[in-house]
Nanobody, 117 residues
Framework: QVQLVESGGGLVQAGGSLRLSCVAS????????MGWYRQAPGNQRELVAT???????YYADSVKGRFTVSSDFAKRTVWLQMNSLNPEDTAVYYC???????????WGQGTQVTVSS
């Protein structure tokens, strides 16, 4: 059984930093990318950042220059370093493992990030 467990969320003041972690357990084949999504109340879930096994990264425009995604694919672990947080970053953050076409993706349970002004 595959499980993705996130940690590191919490309450922080604007301008502060948080580091999210996600560890996946279980047998996972065909990993394409690992990454993070977020969903704020009333909004759709949106892509935040991804990383490939080769280290190529993608960032949403709203987080470029502030967030950094990193990973250890051998340990099925992905991190999201979030700096210069602002209230618009408040959301539930979800870890995601995107697999090759035709294979089911995996999601974590989510971790709440709240940024106060």
């Amino acid at each position: 059984q595959v499980q993705l467990v996130e940690s590191g969320g919490g309450l922080v003041q604007a301008g502060g930093s948080l580091r999210l972690s996600c560890v996946a357990s279980g047998s996972i084949l065909g990993i394409n990318v690992m990454g993070w999504y977020r969903q704020a109340p009333g909004n759709q879930r949106e892509l935040v950042a991804t990383i490939t096994p080769g280290g190529s990264t993608y960032y949403a425009d709203s987080v470029k220059g502030r967030f950094t995604v990193s990973s250890d694919f051998a340990k099925r672990t992905v991190w999201l370093q979030m700096n210069s947080l602002n209230p618009e970053d408040t959301a539930v953050y979800y870890c995601n493992i995107d697999r090759l076409s035709g294979l089911e993706d995996y999601w974590g349970q989510g971790t709440q990030v709240t940024v106060s002004s």
